[in-house]
């Protein structure tokens, strides 16, 4: 099978209308620096209220599990407790 060498058309155009065609307009530098600083400020954003909800989840973890424990270890004392008044 033999491989055409003309570029692949865009869009449904022929390659040479790209050529044509004026480059898009590059942002100024002012503009440039803008859309990083807000960037930079959404990432910020976003590292703060995932570490918040990772906090939360580490606190309802450790609150959970200490009620866990505590329920273990009540019905744990319960058993000995009962198993002490049937050797009576």
Same mark, same amino acid.
């Given at each position: 099978?033999?491989?055409?060498?003309?570029?692949?058309?865009?869009?449904?155009?022929?390659?040479?209308?790209?050529?044509?065609?004026?480059?898009?307009?590059?942002?100024?530098?002012?503009?440039?620096?803008?859309?990083?600083? =807000? &960037?930079? #400020?959404?990432?910020?954003? /976003?590292?703060?209220?995932? $570490? *918040?909800?990772?906090?939360?989840?580490? !606190?309802?973890? =450790? &609150?959970? #599990?200490?009620?866990?424990? /505590?329920?273990?270890?009540? $019905? *744990?004392?319960?058993?000995?407790?009962? !198993?002490?008044?049937?050797?009576?």
């Amino acid at each position: 099978m033999i491989m055409s060498r003309r570029r692949p058309s865009l869009h449904g155009r022929p390659a040479g209308e790209q050529a044509g065609r004026p480059a898009k307009s590059q942002p100024d530098r002012a503009a440039r620096e803008a859309m990083k600083e =807000e &960037r930079d #400020r959404d990432a910020a954003m /976003a590292m703060k209220e995932y $570490e *918040a909800g990772k906090r939360a989840v580490l !606190a309802n973890t =450790e &609150r959970l #599990r200490a009620l866990r424990l /505590a329920r273990e270890g009540g $019905e *744990a004392r319960t058993k000995t407790a009962k !198993a002490a008044k049937k050797g009576s």
